[in-house]
T-cell receptor
Framework: DAGVTQSPTHLIKTRGQQVTLRCSPK?????VSWYQQALGQGPQFIFQ???????QRGNFPDRFSGHQFPNYSSELNVNALLLGDSALYLC???????????????FGPGTRLLVL | AQTVTQSQPEMSVQEAETVTLSCTYD???????LFWYKQPPSRQMILVIR??????QNATENRFSVNFQKAAKSFSLKISDSQLGDTAMYFC??????????FGAGTRLAVHP
């Protein structure tokens, strides 16, 4: 049973560039959430995709955008990169349900982004 | 505001001993789940244990158990018979609504031989 996978594992970009990170959910899962984890901190929620739509969004600027494909895989795009965007980006998948029903999220290994 | 506070930035324990990690949270939601996740140096966030807020019985998972005090909004993790492989960052988290996880800042646990 394949778990959550993410690519690439590491990435180095310069300020102002754009980056795309990719995530494939655990088999059977249809919901993907993205988190940003700065060094020494807990993960911060960016947004969540369900049925190819952004269902919920955290306190991140519009430079952060995403997409979910019909096979439930997802991309996170960040435009106009800033030094402060350097972080570990985690993808988590879960089984989508109606509001109020919580399903456990399973995480991928993350993508380490360094902005110079 | 929905927040999670882990008041112990670092803890250490001897192998085979017991250690308790503290967590308090704040939410106005009535239906939520609580989690402890472990993040070893490999970075992979691994689920340790999960507790449904509507259940009074504390969750247990092998050597891991929680002490859930809903009125006090407290959710501590007890690790019994600590092993070297338990060395990691431990994050307390909860969800509300559409499964948005709110994390604490983490506790770094070191298990010494």
């Amino acid at each position: 049973d394949a778990g959550v996978t993410q690519s690439p594992t590491h990435l180095i970009k310069t300020r102002g560039q754009q980056v795309t990170l990719r995530c494939s959910p655990k088999s059977g899962h249809d919901t993907v959430s993205w988190y940003q984890q700065a060094l020494g901190q807990g993960p911060q929620f960016i947004f969540q995709y369900y049925e190819e739509e952004e269902r919920q969004r955290g306190n991140f600027p519009d430079r952060f955008s995403g997409h979910q494909f019909p096979n439930y895989s997802s991309e996170l795009n960040v435009n106009a990169l800033l030094l402060g965007d350097s972080a570990l980006y985690l993808c988590a998948s879960s089984l989508g349900t109606l509001a109020g029903v919580q399903e456990t999220q399973y995480f991928g290994p993350g993508t380490r982004l360094l902005v110079l | 505001a929905q927040t999670v506070t882990q008041s112990q930035p670092e803890m250490s324990v001897q192998e085979a001993e017991t250690v308790t990690l503290s967590c308090t949270y704040d939410t106005s939601e009535s239906n939520y789940y609580l989690f402890w996740y472990k993040q070893p140096p490999s970075r992979q966030m691994i689920l340790v244990i999960r507790q449904e807020a509507y259940k009074q019985q504390n969750a247990t998972e092998n050597r891991f158990s929680v002490n859930f005090q809903k009125a006090a909004k407290s959710f501590s993790l007890k690790i019994s018979d600590s092993q070297l492989g338990d060395t990691a960052m431990y994050f307390c988290a909860f969800t509300g609504g559409y499964n948005k996880l709110i994390f604490g800042a983490g506790t770094r646990l070191a298990v010494h031989p």
